[in-house]
């Protein structure tokens, strides 16, 4: 063997002994985070359907319990009027959201920004904080009822409005995603054409926003099904699927049908859920490396109508978050109107005083640096693994199942797995931990989405440039991975967050005395009759989801700067 052969074989195998111990570091993190997804995942919503089948002692009775809660008359009504308003929810938020993202999209109307800033406003604000809103503008003692005409808002015109609040920028996103990316070649055929621009929208616009305009009616009315605040606080005896699984566990402790319930909430849920990925599956690239980006052209009348369109919808969103906050600082609605900060000294109000804020910021702080790190580490191995493809794909699985679980579902389930004598891990029942893990998994799978978008962006050979050079695998994912991808790992930690601090619906059954939320603060002193101080702390988790906005847009600058310069020419 000559020398040189001698040096290449001694290479090779250097090089398969660190491929070697990157593949075993990559199964071992593979194999725990597939057997903690499957723990925190799978064995709540197993011990779910097994609690479905079951009576109150835990006997075995098969589709006993079904029976008795399918040929109740109020299943049906409350099975119509989760139908009914998720369709009335979905066509509204459809057409305004279409038409918001339409203009800050395709028109040159004036304050895009503020306009953008106005239409995302109501994510970072609870599900409560509409239905408290719109009690004081429409309620028995509202400022504006009579605008309502003798109707009252209490029960499915007070729910629709307020699931069109908060729905909204969820849509809205999906929709100016989907409507930034298209090809300005097509305007300028309809143009040589003398293609009108109303059939120009119908030919050339809407067939190539068409797969998002789907997706985003399929996600709101996933959205509306499934949400508990709202039609707790402002449904009145409307009652809808979400508000009969609450009665059912808190009100009558009937856990079997609880469980019953919430398996008939599931089936909406995840056939939406299948409809999604069906559309996904279907949507093909509408913008190549031919493409030439659609810039808009001014047009007085079309930039007019949309600004005036816009203004009428931020004006909405304005007054139902301003309304919150003038309640919250009103003495006593509405006898004593003197503006005052009364109703943020909580420790009047609740004995719990501010701690439910402050385990809030615990909450949120936990979930958004643990669940950034398991959600990034999970889409790494997923992305740049090139072995185990079985194990890779097993917890890409995992990863998707929570975008089709309602939280009210995932929390109940989680009290039949933990709250159980025989799961040695029972010990986490009522402690912070679970509520952490219980946020973290509902939450998942956008995380991972994310995750995934920004490791994709990175080129395939640079793993196989750090294995070429001896570079350890770990060496490579803090010095290349991590810094590239940073933006996207500080979007995925805001979204946590937010999201921790402004979730009821999964974690309405897993706090203790000591861990309440503040969320589920504002629904038990709403509950109280003490309207003032739920708004006050709704007010609060706004400023807060909002500061934390604010920071996450200074912070990404600085990131930005010092990480993604490669990406300026």
């Known amino acids: 063997m000559t020398p040189s052969q001698s040096m290449g074989s001694q290479y090779l195998t250097q090089l398969k002994a660190k491929l070697s111990r990157d593949n075993v570091t990559l199964a071992i993190i593979l194999i725990l985070l597939t057997l903690t997804m499957a723990l925190f995942v799978l064995g709540p919503l197993v011990s779910m359907l097994q609690k479905s089948v079951q009576d109150t002692q835990g006997n075995y009775v098969g589709m006993a319990n079904f029976a008795e809660y399918l040929t109740s008359p109020a299943l049906w009504q409350s099975l119509q009027n989760t139908v009914t308003i998720g369709l009335i929810v979905t066509l509204s938020v459809g057409i305004l959201a279409f038409g918001y993202a339409y203009a800050l999209t395709r028109s040159c109307m004036p304050f895009k920004g503020v306009f953008t800033v106005l239409g995302a406003a109501p994510i970072l604000a609870p599900s409560l904080l509409p239905a408290i809103s719109l009690i004081y503008l429409f309620g028995n003692q509202g400022i504006a009822k009579e605008l309502l005409l003798g109707q009252s808002i209490y029960g499915p015109i007070g729910i629709a409005i307020g699931l069109i609040f908060w729905t909204f920028p969820h ?49 709101v009315f996933t959205l509306v099904v499934c949400d508990f605040g709202v039609p707790k606080v402002i449904g009145g005896h409307y009652n809808v699927l979400a508000t009969d699984i609450f009665k059912q566990v808190v009100g009558q402790q009937n856990f079997s049908m609880g469980a019953v319930a919430s398996v008939v909430l599931l089936l909406p849920a995840v056939l939406a859920f299948f409809g999604d990925r069906w559309v996904q599956k279907k949507q093909k690239g509408m913008f190549d490396s031919r493409s030439v980006a659609y810039v808009p052209t001014p047009s007085p009348l079309r930039d007019g109508v949309c600004f005036i369109f816009c203004s009428v919808i931020s004006f909405a969103i304005l007054a139902i978050i301003g309304m919150a906050i003038y309640g919250s600082l009103v003495t006593f609605w509405p006898w004593n109107l003197t503006l005052s900060l009364n109703n943020y000294n909580f420790a009047e109000f609740s004995t719990y005083g501010w701690e439910p804020y402050f385990n809030s910021l615990k909450l949120g702080s936990l979930v958004a640096v643990v669940g950034t790190i398991v959600i990034f580490l999970g889409a790494y191995c997923i992305e740049k693994g090139r072995s185990f493809g079985a194990l890779r794909s097993l917890l890409q699985m995992f990863a998707i199942i929570p975008m089709a679980v309602p939280g009210l579902v995932l929390g109940l389930g989680y009290i039949f797995f933990f709250n159980h004598q025989a799961n040695p891990l029972s010990m986490l029942y009522g402690t912070m931990a679970i509520l952490v893990i219980n946020t973290i998994i509902h939450y ?125 020419r």
């Not at 040589?192 to 009616?217: E, H, M, R």
């Not at 994912?477 to 921790?500: D, G, H, M, R, S």
């Not at 709704?538 to 990131?559: D, E, F, P, Q, Y």
Request: with cysteine; net charge positive.
């Open 171 to 219: 849509a809205l996103m999906i929709l100016s995603t989907s409507l930034k990316t298209s090809d300005a070649r097509l305007y300028e055929a309809a143009r040589a054409l003398d293609t009108s621009a109303f059939k120009t929208f119908f030919v050339v616009t809407l067939p190539a926003a068409k797969y998002g305009l789907i997706s985003t009616l399929i996600v």
């Open 444 to 568: 998942y799978t956008v995380g991972h989405m994310t995750a995934l978008t920004a490791l994709k962006q990175l080129p395939a050979e640079v793993e196989a440039i750090s294995a070429s050079i001896k570079m350890p695998q770990y060496k490579t994912f803090f010095k290349v991975t991590v810094p590239v991808c940073a933006p996207a790992i500080l979007e995925i930690a805001v979204y946590l967050f937010v999201n921790a601090m402004t979730t009821t619906s999964a974690i309405v059954f897993l706090y203790a005395t000591d861990t309440m939320p503040a969320s589920v603060s504002v629904l038990n002193m709403d509950d109280a009759g003490q309207t003032g101080p739920a708004a006050a702390m709704s007010v609060m988790i706004l400023l807060t989801a909002a500061a934390m906005k604010l920071a996450h847009v200074g912070l990404n600058k600085t990131l930005d700067h010092y990480t993604q310069a490669w990406r300026k």
